[in-house]
């Protein structure tokens, strides 16, 4: 399975600030993914990245709010613009391996003060 | 709106019992993978199911995926403590791009 190593872990951040959350697999992967979680809840899919094209967001979550690059194969950030204390949060980004299912990063805890 | 509902969202049993979890939509899915998540970690899958009827064991675990693809189970034979965890069902409705997460299933096995 591939490895993703997610950064930052967890922040603590002022609302009306932006944070970008970066996400490094050890294998090329097509598509990438990014979740929300709230702490003990379900994930709900924020937006697919592909190599080379524009994310695709789900409902309810637009580009100017979450922005996202997919420069290469390998790599991918999420940012949360312009933050509000709604926005605190845990987000994991993934990779889809088929049958071997969605691989995780570990999360990163965002609080918005 | 959730696409995939599990019931109990959360679940407190003694060490050794037996429980099933249940994630039901009105929704036809070509596949569907169950994960369990810890605290600080991202969810790890268990197993995926793609055949209508499926069923699938894993040591103390039994999967089963629902004859119209709309429900699936997962049954915990004696739990233990080490299962505790956040259980989530996901299922994908056209291919296994694309999944989508049920509401969650919070299990404590006290010792």
């Known amino acids: 399975s591939a490895v993703i190593s997610q950064k930052p872990s967890r922040d603590i951040c002022q609302r009306g600030t932006s944070l970008t959350i970066q996400c490094q697999v050890d294998?090329?992967?097509?598509?990438m993914f990014w979740y929300r979680q709230q702490p003990g809840q379900s994930l709900t899919l924020i937006a697919t990245a592909n190599q080379g094209s524009e994310a695709t967001y789900e409902s309810g979550f637009v580009i100017d709010k979450f922005p996202i690059s997919r420069p290469n194969l390998t790599f991918s950030t999420l940012t949360v613009s312009n933050m509000s204390p709604e926005d605190s949060s845990i987000y994991l980004c993934s990779v889809e391996e088929g049958e071997e299912g969605y691989t995780f990063g570990s999360g990163t805890r965002l609080t918005v003060v | 709106t959730q696409l995939l509902e599990q019931s109990p969202q959360f679940l407190s049993i003694q060490e050794g019992e037996n429980l099933t979890v249940y994630c039901n939509s009105s929704s036809v899915f070509s596949s569907l993978q169950w994960y369990r998540q810890e605290p600080g970690e991202g969810p790890v899958l268990l197993v995926t199911v793609v055949t209508g009827g499926e069923v699938k064991k894993l040591k103390r675990l039994t999967f089963q995926f629902g004859d119209a693809r709309k429900d699936s189970s997962l049954h915990i034979t004696a739990a233990q403590t080490g299962d505790t965890g956040l259980y989530l069902c996901?299922?994908?409705?056209?291919?296994?791009?694309?999944?989508?997460f049920g509401s969650g299933t919070k299990l404590n096995v006290k010792p």
């Open positions: 294998s090329q992967v097509t598509m």
């Open positions: 996901a299922g994908a409705e056209d291919n296994f791009n694309k999944f989508y």
